[in-house]
């Protein structure tokens, strides 16, 4: 049997990594407005959630984490498929996609770009769930006057792009 070209693995790869990029915007984003809630709760004397995000032993998993999300948050119920889909996506992604079926698609041109424009549903589904919950983080920001934008801001500064050599080769 011969081994793949790397040319041949790239594009599935480069979309698989996309996806899971995406999915874990989606649970960064789940977490961070789970801390904003909290935060906000135990402002106005609410108890607090007991989220324990931030514990390598907490044991909540991203649909549980959701799960929270939906006592403290309206999310309509278009929302709640759309965010539950990205989140079975992204357990899929993280601890599945690679079964025998997405396997032995690899093994064909056909089967590789079935496995992109899957990867691609997943990740577009992945993005538009992070938006929602976005919308929620800011809606909560506007109270401090500010935004994931604003906040967000000075990282994009340090974005390099990859079509130019970077300052330090050029030195």
């Given at each position: 049997?011969?081994?793949?070209?790397?040319?041949?693995?790239?594009?599935?790869?480069?979309?698989?990594?996309?996806?899971?990029?995406?999915?874990?915007?989606?649970?960064?984003?789940?977490?961070?407005?789970?801390?904003?809630?909290?935060?906000e709760?135990?402002k106005?004397?609410?108890?607090?959630?007991?989220?324990?995000?931030?514990?390598?032993?907490?044991?909540?998993?991203?649909?549980?984490?959701?799960?929270?999300?939906m006592?403290?948050?309206?999310?309509?119920?278009?929302?709640?498929?759309l965010?539950?889909?990205?989140?079975?996506?992204?357990?899929?992604?993280?601890?599945?996609?690679?079964?025998?079926?997405?396997?032995?698609?690899?093994?064909?041109?056909?089967?590789?770009?079935?496995?992109?424009?899957?990867?691609?549903?997943?990740?577009?589904?992945?993005?538009?769930?992070?938006?929602?919950?976005?919308?929620?983080?800011?809606?909560?920001?506007?109270?401090?006057?500010?935004?994931?934008?604003?906040?967000?801001?000075?990282?994009?500064?340090?974005?390099?792009?990859?079509?130019?050599?970077?300052?330090?080769?050029?030195?």
């Amino acid at each position: 049997m011969n081994d793949p070209e790397q040319n041949e693995l790239t594009a599935v790869f480069s979309a698989y990594g996309h996806a899971v990029y995406s999915a874990q915007i989606l649970e960064n984003g789940i977490r961070g407005l789970l801390a904003i809630v909290d935060h906000e709760r135990k402002k106005a004397g609410k108890p607090a959630l007991k989220l324990r995000l931030d514990d390598a032993d907490a044991n909540k998993t991203l649909g549980t984490l959701f799960e929270d999300l939906m006592t403290v948050e309206f999310v309509t119920e278009a929302e709640k498929v759309l965010i539950w889909r990205a989140v079975h996506d992204r357990n899929v992604l993280v601890h599945s996609y690679w079964d025998e079926k997405h396997i032995l698609a690899m093994l064909n041109l056909e089967g590789r770009d079935w496995l992109i424009k899957n990867l691609s549903v997943r990740t577009h589904r992945c993005t538009k769930a992070d938006k929602i919950t976005t919308s929620f983080i800011d809606t909560h920001l506007r109270e401090y006057g500010t935004s994931t934008d604003t906040l967000l801001a000075p990282l994009f500064d340090h974005w390099e792009n990859d079509n130019e050599p970077p300052d330090e080769i050029l030195r």
